[in-house]
C-alpha cells in the first residue's frame, strides 16, 4: 500500500484513502471502463464506491467543497451521483482521477501543490501519454485538461533542450497527434519549435526517421518553415534550418 507521503506507482489508485477524497461517508462513484487488458481489483473497485463528490439533476457536481462544471460530462444519465470514465489503462485512469480530486493528473503528493512527479517518473515522460491524456479530455470534453497536458508536454520539450537527443517518443508521435487529436495545433507549434531549436544540437537533420516524417507529413513541413522562418526573423536571418 502507499503512503500518505507520495505514490510510487501512477497506477495506483491507494492515493483515494487520502486527503479526504474516500471513505464510509461518502457516497460517490466513478465507474471505470479499461480498454486495456488490465483490471482493478475488489479493493481499488471499492474505493471508486465511496468517493468525496456529488452529481446531481441538473448536472451540478461538487468535489468536495468545489464545484466542477467542467465534469458535467462524466455524468451517468440518470443515476444520482454517478461519474462513469473511459480511459485507455490503468495508469491514464490514475491520472484522471488525480485531475479530478488534485486538479493536477501529475501530481502525486496530497499535501503538497509542488510535488508534481512528472520528471520522476517515466510514463510522464512520455509525449504520447500527455497526448492520449489530450485526447481523452477532448473526447470528454474537458478543456482545461487538454490545456494541461499541452503544458506538461512543453515542460517535457524544454527539458529536453538539455539532452543530447529528443524525447524517445517524440518523432513517432508527430504523426499519431495529426490522426488522433482534433485541436492539435498548439501542441505541433510547440513540437515544431522544440524540432527547429534542436534541429542541429539532437541531430535531426541527420536521423533519417525525422526527415522522412518531413516528406510524408505536408503539415508539419510546412509548419516547421513557419516557425524556422519567425525565429530567422527574430534573430536577425541567424540559425537557418
Known sequence: ????EDDDR????DFLRYGGVSGNQYKG???PVLT??????TDELQLLKGLNFSASSPAIITIGRDIRPDLVPLIVQNQTDTLVLRAQSKAQFASVLRYI???????????????DMQLEHDIFRSIRFHVDMAILAEEYQLPDLV????????????????????????????????????NNQGFIED???????????????KRDDFQHLLMENDEF???MRAVDMRSRIQNGGKVPI
Open 1 to 4: 500500500m502507499s503512503s500518505p
Open 36 to 41: 486495456s487488458n488490465e483490471y482493478l481489483d
Open 29 to 31: 462513484e466513478i465507474i
Open 191 to 205: 513540437i515544431a519549435e522544440y524540432c527547429v531549436t534542436n534541429y542541429y544540437t539532437h541531430g535531426l537533420y
Open 101 to 115: 480530486f488534485r486538479g493536477d493528473y501529475t501530481k502525486t503528493h496530497p499535501g503538497n501543490n509542488l510535488r
Open 147 to 182: 490545456t494541461q497536458a499541452k503544458g506538461k508536454i512543453f515542460k517535457e520539450l524544454e527539458r529536453s533542450c538539455s539532452d543530447p537527443y529528443p524525447p524517445g517518443d517524440l518523432i513517432d508521435t508527430i504523426p499519431y497527434i495529426y490522426h488522433h487529436l482534433a
Open 10 to 13: 501512477v497506477d495506483d489508485l
Open 221 to 223: 513541413n510546412v509548419t
